[in-house]
């Protein structure tokens, strides 16, 4: 899939201090399965059958009245609709990103109130390794793209005959699509259709450093920043602060004495 934007240069994982010490000392990351997403609305949506459904059905059923057809199609696209959703729940594992690292609510929401870490991921395009885990797992291949915002719930206009195809666009156009009100967290998602949930190795270089929380505690600092000595890789450290204005700045963190 081509993307029509470019990549940022760095994306964010909020985690609480014990998942992210997990991330830093294992070098890996939970997929999550389409039941586990924090939205209900979440990978909701609509099926419209292509044009040509009705006059086939007609052909193969001439006395069909226009109600029975649309009683038919409305049968069809929910069957269509079961099927699909059931397709998504048991094997597409997501691993979300933001592309924001000081977003209050982000902090509030995913960082545990503030107490957790932010971990950041470098996505360098000319590393093969990097390349490799964004576009392939185990057993074939990924999607990886930003999520669209949109007041309304997706509709995807299917065949009759579910196809391959069908599937993709499935996808590409229900899992990532989100209502407007999520639009503050600027995600991004990889998705894994072949392998579906669980956790996944990546290569080290792809963690790039780590943010602690304005109010991670004392004892939490020290025991993510000894995680972060022991990496394979330097990896940055900086902290969020509260600012006047009540949001929050990225600042380098200085060690503590």
Same mark, same amino acid.
């Given at each position: 899939?081509?993307?029509?934007?470019?990549?940022?240069?760095?994306?964010?994982?909020? &985690?609480?201090?014990?998942?992210?010490?997990?991330?830093?000392?294992?070098?890996?990351?939970?997929?999550?399965?389409?039941?586990?997403?924090?939205?209900?609305?979440?990978?909701?949506?609509?099926?419209?059958?292509?044009?040509?459904?009705?006059?086939?059905?007609?052909?193969?059923?001439?006395?069909?009245?226009?109600?029975?057809?649309?009683?038919? &199609?409305?049968?069809?696209?929910?069957?269509?609709? &079961?099927?699909?959703?059931?397709?998504?729940?048991?094997?597409?594992?997501?691993?979300?990103?933001?592309?924001?690292?000081?977003?209050?609510?982000?902090?509030?929401?995913?960082?545990?109130?503030?107490?957790?870490?932010?971990?950041?991921?470098?996505?360098?395009?000319?590393?093969? +390794?990097?390349?490799?885990?964004?576009?392939?797992?185990?057993?074939?291949?990924?999607?990886?793209?930003?999520?669209?915002?949109?007041?309304?719930?997706?509709?995807?206009?299917?065949?009759?005959?579910?196809?391959?195809?069908?599937?993709?666009?499935?996808?590409?156009?229900?899992?990532?699509?989100?209502?407007?009100?999520?639009?503050?967290?600027?995600?991004?998602?990889?998705?894994? +259709?072949?392998?579906?949930?669980?956790?996944?190795?990546?290569?080290?270089?792809?963690?790039?450093?780590?943010?602690?929380?304005?109010?991670?505690?004392?004892?939490?600092?020290?025991?993510?920043?000894?995680?972060?000595?022991?990496?394979?890789?330097?990896?940055?450290?900086?902290?969020?602060?509260?600012?006047?204005?009540?949001?929050?700045?990225?600042?380098?963190?200085?060690?503590?004495?």
């Amino acid at each position: 899939m081509k993307l029509d934007r470019p990549i940022p240069k760095s994306l964010y994982k909020y &985690r609480s201090v014990d998942r992210a010490e997990e991330i830093i000392r294992d070098k890996k990351v939970y997929f999550a399965n389409v039941k586990e997403l924090n939205d209900p609305e979440d990978c909701r949506f609509d099926i419209s059958l292509e044009r040509g459904f009705g006059h086939r059905l007609l052909g193969r059923n001439p006395g069909y009245t226009r109600q029975q057809i649309l009683r038919k &199609r409305k049968q069809a696209e929910e069957k269509l609709r &079961r099927t699909v959703h059931g397709l998504l729940h048991r094997h597409l594992g997501v691993f979300s990103l933001s592309a924001k690292n000081d977003d209050p609510q982000l902090w509030c929401h995913y960082g545990y109130m503030g107490t957790g870490i932010c971990l950041e991921f470098r996505f360098q395009l000319g590393d093969p +390794a990097h390349e490799f885990f964004l576009t392939h797992g185990r057993r074939g291949p990924r999607l990886f793209s930003y999520v669209t915002y949109s007041k309304r719930k997706p509709v995807v206009v299917l065949s009759e005959t579910l196809a391959m195809d069908d599937t993709d666009k499935c996808i590409k156009i229900a899992v990532l699509t989100k209502t407007s009100r999520w639009t503050y967290e600027q995600e991004w998602r990889l998705l894994d +259709a072949h392998d579906g949930a669980g956790t996944k190795p990546f290569p080290p270089g792809l963690l790039a450093g780590l943010i602690l929380g304005p109010e991670t505690p004392t004892e939490d600092r020290v025991r993510i920043l000894q995680a972060a000595k022991e990496y394979p890789c330097p990896l940055k450290t900086q902290e969020a602060v509260r600012n006047p204005q009540g949001g929050l700045t990225i600042v380098p963190f200085r060690a503590m004495s």
